[in-house]
């Protein structure tokens, strides 16, 4: 399987809370990361979370981290049509980072 | 203002024909990325550099080439032994320390068309 892994497409309504699941195969990462593309835009960091925590919370994010899982996961509570977009897991390795195929999330008015 | 830059936006190539991407940054960052990002596939890692005149081959590097004479700049050559090479090609750059904290400031990328 692949080493970062998280579904292909999300779609909720607005207002709604959205929730992008993660999952890894290698727990020796130090930092976890969640990146934001827009269409035909670059990628830009939205949050991340060092891996002796459980949670993190930024305005209306919240990241989750279960490492015994191996599972991150990110909200995005009342969620907005400025949210739609790519996002994208990654995991620190060896001062690179290896990144999930992306997940796209749609917002219905 | 600090950032990482790409030109062109859109180029357009002929088969057969080699073509570089520019990517520059003024962020004074030791490390810097090449990544290829096609529809469903997430991104992809060509090559990186961590140190000036240093760069290592990434997953996919056959067919591309780097140079990294000046820590500002890292250009890419896509050359016609790229077989696909029709992408978007996103620039990075980051602080090198591993095992901590490494956000990658992403450049807006390059659509590469080849015809």
């Known amino acids: 399987g692949e080493d970062v892994e998280q579904s292909l497409f999300l779609s909720v309504r607005e207002g709604d809370s959205s929730v992008i699941n993660c999952t890894y195969t290698d727990s020796s990462s130090t930092y976890l990361y969640w990146y934001k593309q827009e269409p035909g835009a670059g990628l830009q960091l939205l949050t991340y979370?060092?891996?002796?925590?459980d949670m993190k919370q930024d305005q209306r994010l919240t990241v989750l981290l279960n490492k015994k899982d191996k599972h991150l996961s990110l909200r995005i509570a009342d969620t907005q049509t400025g949210d739609s977009a790519i996002y994208f897991c990654?995991?620190?390795?060896?001062?690179?980072?290896?990144f999930g195929k992306g997940t796209k999330l749609s917002v219905k008015p | 203002d600090g950032g990482i830059t790409q030109s062109p936006k859109y180029l357009f190539r002929k088969e057969g024909q080699n073509v570089t991407l520019s990517c520059e940054q003024n962020?004074?960052?030791?490390?810097m990325y090449w990544y290829r990002q096609d529809p469903g596939q997430g991104l992809r890692l060509i090559y990186y550099s961590q140190i000036v005149n240093d760069f290592q081959k990434g997953d996919i590097a056959e067919g591309y080439s780097v140079s990294r004479e000046k820590k500002e700049s890292f250009p890419l050559t896509v050359t016609s032994a790229q077989k696909n090479p029709t992408a978007f090609y996103l620039c990075?750059?980051?602080?090198?320390?591993?095992?901590?904290?490494?956000?990658?400031?992403f450049g807006p990328g390059t659509r590469l068309t080849v015809l």
């Open positions: 990075a750059s980051s602080t090198f320390l591993a095992g901590s904290y490494n956000e990658q400031f």
């Open positions: 979370i060092f891996s002796n925590m």
């Open positions: 962020l004074n960052h030791d490390a």
């Open positions: 990654a995991r620190g390795s060896q001062g690179n980072l290896i």
